[in-house]
């Protein structure tokens, strides 16, 4: 080992992939712990720090050129010792000098002053906080104007970030390329606007309103101050909107319709999507490969917009005509929709995978597809993972055709009432799937799984049907 180059004994090293096994390597001789020390890049820490300063400091001595840190608290309780606060932000700017990378996790003790020190962080680039419940707008707001290499923020449950100043400076930055903002109450989409110039950089997207809050506040008008615009988002790769208001012809509405490089998008119960915004994401992203789609419930229209939601299959239809790289599509209806308000046919369902190459198909509580479907499918060519979940329309007819679908490797079902042994008895011995999955199916039995797949899950609990 003494006449190995250092370089090797590096390469050798970052080949051990788990953190309990490269501890365990760097003990067997003097030369492994001193390279190892040197060339740990990444760091993970949580409850088992303690105490937690003391401990955070010797770490940081020991490895001078972390990169990135992680530290959570997930599960933490205060028999388990006193969590990090703002004095380890301190420790970190001291004693890391290539820190890149923080995540912050569960961390109830940070304030804005720890903020405030990782400003030192010259190199700082990505910061992750998840549920930091005592960092407001005036942290954000400091680290943004103290770290100008700053390309990734994401901020989850951050009940306490009110003040949006720092999306301003975010966008007279112009640096931004991975945005996450969730369930940070006091954010709603009428702010997004002020990043301004930044859109233009954004690759990543993630934006999520806490529905709770959004429900008790049906009447927030803060939409209403973004007006029609031209946002230059021509960068942007992934979208994912969650809760969301969309207004006609502005705000969120007016981005849709102007990704021209947008490869996956995620509308996850966003109230007012219509055909045509539908239609003018189809028309300007024709790079796009994956689309989700849950469509919320229908009682909850009339509160929030004076329009119901209209979907139709013209949305379907455009999808097929401009997407040619369609892979994957999921769609699901949450419950209590109502077909008069919003549905896909069947025939709008298939015109996606009769004109895209789809590999992957998921739907959830959607009744219009049935075994004629399943028929149809046997011509899918491309299809290689298909999910349904409450499609209770198809049957053991349906379930039939699986056996000649020509690229299907991966079949889940999931809370189906219309399927039993009988429709998976034509798999059993073919070797046609790879994994057959199997959740909440009253009719189906584990035993009636047995030889339908190289590999098959079954787990069944049936008190959502009471």
């Given at each position: 080992?003494?006449?190995?180059?250092?370089?090797?004994?590096?390469?050798?090293?970052?080949?051990?992939?788990?953190?309990?096994?490269?501890?365990?390597?760097?003990?067997?001789?003097?030369?492994?712990?001193?390279?190892?020390?040197?060339?740990?890049?990444?760091l993970r820490v949580g409850c088992g720090?303690?105490?937690?300063?003391?401990?955070?400091?010797?770490?940081?001595?020991?490895?001078?050129?972390?990169?990135?840190?992680?530290?959570?608290?997930?599960?933490?309780?205060?028999?388990?010792?006193?969590?990090?606060?703002?004095?380890?932000?301190?420790?970190?700017?001291?004693?890391?000098?290539?820190?890149?990378?923080?995540?912050?996790?569960?961390?109830?003790?940070?304030?804005?002053?720890?903020?405030?020190?990782?400003?030192?962080?010259?190199?700082?680039?990505?910061?992750?906080?998840?549920?930091?419940?005592?960092?407001?707008?005036?942290?954000?707001?400091?680290?943004?104007?103290?770290?100008?290499?700053?390309?990734?923020?994401?901020?989850?449950?951050?009940?306490?970030?009110?003040?949006?100043?720092?999306?301003?400076?975010?966008?007279?930055?112009?640096?931004?390329?991975?945005?996450?903002?969730?369930?940070?109450?006091?954010?709603?989409?009428?702010?997004?606007?002020?990043?301004?110039?930044?859109w233009r950089k954004l690759r990543h997207?993630?934006?999520?309103?806490?529905?709770?809050?959004?429900?008790?506040?049906?009447?927030?008008?803060?939409?209403?101050?973004?007006?029609?615009?031209?946002?230059?988002?021509?960068?942007?790769?992934?979208?994912?909107?969650?809760?969301?208001?969309?207004?006609?012809?502005?705000?969120?509405?007016?981005?849709?319709?102007?990704?021209?490089?947008?490869?996956?998008?995620?509308?996850?119960?966003?109230?007012?999507?219509?055909?045509?915004?539908?239609?003018?994401?189809?028309?300007?992203?024709?790079?796009?490969?994956?689309?989700?789609?849950?469509?919320?419930?229908?009682?909850?229209?009339?509160?929030?917009?004076?329009?119901?939601?209209?979907?139709?299959?013209?949305?379907?239809?455009?999808?097929?005509?401009?997407?040619?790289?369609?892979?994957?599509?999921?769609?699901?209806?949450?419950?209590?929709?109502?077909?008069?308000?919003?549905s896909f046919t069947l025939n709008g369902?298939?015109?996606?995978?009769?004109?895209?190459?789809?590999?992957?198909?998921?739907?959830?509580?959607?009744?219009?597809?049935?075994?004629?479907?399943?028929?149809?499918?046997?011509?899918?060519?491309?299809?290689?993972?298909?999910?349904?979940?409450?499609?209770?329309?198809?049957?053991?007819?349906?379930?039939?055709?699986?056996?000649?679908?020509?690229?299907?490797?991966?079949?889940?079902?999931?809370?189906?009432?219309?399927?039993?042994?009988?429709?998976?008895?034509?798999?059993?011995?073919?070797?046609?799937?790879?994994?057959?999955?199997?959740?909440?199916?009253?009719?189906?039995?584990?035993?009636?799984?047995?030889?339908?797949?190289?590999?098959?899950?079954?787990?069944?609990?049936?008190?959502?049907?009471?």
């Amino acid at each position: 080992m003494d006449d190995l180059p250092d370089q090797l004994v590096w390469e050798i090293l970052d080949r051990i992939m788990k953190t309990t096994d490269r501890n365990n390597a760097s003990l067997a001789c003097k030369r492994l712990y001193m390279l190892d020390n040197e060339q740990r890049h990444s760091l993970r820490v949580g409850c088992g720090l303690d105490p937690a300063n003391e401990a955070l400091t010797a770490l940081c001595i020991r490895f001078p050129n972390l990169a990135k840190v992680e530290i959570s608290y997930a599960g933490w309780m205060s028999k388990l010792g006193k969590q990090l606060d703002d004095r380890g932000l301190l420790i970190l700017s001291d004693y890391c000098p290539s820190l890149r990378n923080l995540t912050l996790s569960y961390c109830a003790f940070i304030t804005d002053v720890g903020l405030r020190h990782l400003t030192s962080c010259s190199k700082l680039s990505t910061l992750k906080l998840n549920f930091a419940p005592r960092i407001t707008g005036c942290g954000i707001l400091s680290l943004v104007l103290g770290c100008k290499n700053l390309t990734v923020l994401h901020l989850i449950r951050c009940l306490n970030v009110s003040s949006v100043e720092w999306l301003d400076h975010i966008g007279n930055l112009e640096t931004l390329e991975d945005l996450a903002i969730k369930n940070c109450r006091a954010i709603g989409e009428g702010d997004l606007v002020k990043l301004g110039a930044s859109w233009r950089k954004l690759r990543h997207l993630q934006f999520e309103v806490d529905a709770n809050y959004r429900y008790m506040k049906v009447h927030d008008r803060s939409v209403d101050r973004w007006q029609t615009q031209k946002v230059p988002c021509e960068n942007m790769l992934e979208m994912s909107l969650v809760n969301c208001i969309i207004h006609p012809g502005r705000g969120l509405a007016s981005v849709l319709g102007q990704c021209e490089n947008l490869e996956s998008i995620s509308l996850d119960m966003c109230v007012g999507i219509r055909d045509c915004d539908i239609i003018s994401l189809s028309q300007k992203s024709r790079n796009l490969r994956s689309l989700s789609l849950r469509v919320p419930s229908d009682y909850s229209l009339p509160l929030l917009m004076n329009n119901p939601l209209r979907l139709t299959d013209e949305s379907l239809k455009a999808l097929a005509q401009n997407c040619s790289m369609l892979e994957e599509i999921m769609i699901s209806f949450s419950d209590g929709e109502f077909p008069s308000f919003s549905s896909f046919t069947l025939n709008g369902i298939l015109s996606l995978v009769k004109k895209c190459p789809i590999r992957k198909l998921a739907l959830d509580h959607v009744d219009s597809f049935n075994d004629d479907g399943m028929e149809a499918l046997c011509s899918a060519q491309y299809l290689e993972f298909l999910q349904f979940v409450r499609c209770q329309e198809v049957s053991d007819e349906g379930l039939q055709h699986v056996i000649h679908f020509p690229s299907l490797r991966t079949l889940r079902l999931v809370k189906c009432l219309g399927v039993t042994d009988d429709g998976l008895k034509p798999l059993v011995g073919s070797q046609k799937l790879e994994l057959l999955a199997v959740e909440d199916c009253p009719q189906i039995s584990e035993r009636g799984l047995q030889g339908a797949a190289e590999s098959v899950s079954f787990r069944q609990d049936l008190s959502w049907m009471y």
